[in-house]
C-alpha cells in the first residue's frame, strides 16, 4: 500500500477495464502462442534481502519480476534454473489457461 495511494471510485472503474483489456489482449496472444519461454528475473537476481532494506529496493525488485506477475492472467507456470554463472538466471514456462480441448 505504500507504493501506491488509495484511489476513488471512478479511477478504480478505469482501471479495472485497463486490467480487462491486458487481460484480453493476453488471452488474444496466447490463442496463438500456447507457451512462453521466459526469464523469472528480467534483469540481474538482486542479493539475498535486497526487498525488505526499504520502499525503493521493493519496487525494484517488483520490477525485475514484472513476468512472474502473471498469476492473475495465465495461472500455472513452471520455473527452473538455468545455470548460467555470474548471474543467478531460472526460467520459466508460462501456459494459457488450462484448457481441455486444446488442439495436438
Given at each position: 500500500?505504500?507504493?501506491?495511494?488509495?484511489?476513488?471510485?471512478a479511477?478504480?472503474?478505469?482501471l479495472?477495464?485497463?486490467?480487462q483489456?491486458?487481460?484480453?489482449?493476453?488471452?488474444?496472444?496466447?490463442?496463438?502462442?500456447?507457451?512462453?519461454?521466459?526469464p523469472?528475473?528480467?534483469?540481474?537476481?538482486?542479493?539475498?534481502?535486497f526487498?525488505i532494506?526499504?520502499?525503493?529496493e521493493?519496487k525494484?525488485?517488483?520490477?525485475?519480476?514484472?513476468?512472474?506477475?502473471?498469476?492473475?492472467?495465465?495461472?500455472?507456470?513452471?520455473?527452473?534454473?538455468?545455470?548460467?554463472?555470474?548471474?543467478?538466471?531460472?526460467t520459466?514456462?508460462?501456459?494459457?489457461?488450462?484448457?481441455?480441448?486444446?488442439?495436438?
Amino acid at each position: 500500500m505504500a507504493l501506491s495511494s488509495p484511489v476513488e471510485l471512478a479511477e478504480y472503474i478505469g482501471l479495472t477495464s485497463v486490467r480487462q483489456g491486458l487481460l484480453r489482449e493476453w488471452a488474444q496472444f496466447l490463442s496463438h502462442h500456447s507457451l512462453i519461454l521466459g526469464p523469472v528475473f528480467t534483469e540481474s537476481a538482486p542479493p539475498v534481502d535486497f526487498d525488505i532494506r526499504g520502499l525503493h529496493e521493493l519496487k525494484q525488485v517488483g520490477d525485475a519480476l514484472r513476468l512472474c506477475n502473471h498469476r492473475e492472467t495465465m495461472r500455472p507456470a513452471v520455473a527452473a534454473p538455468a545455470g548460467l554463472q555470474p548471474l543467478n538466471v531460472a526460467t520459466q514456462i508460462l501456459p494459457d489457461w488450462l484448457k481441455e480441448n486444446r488442439r495436438q
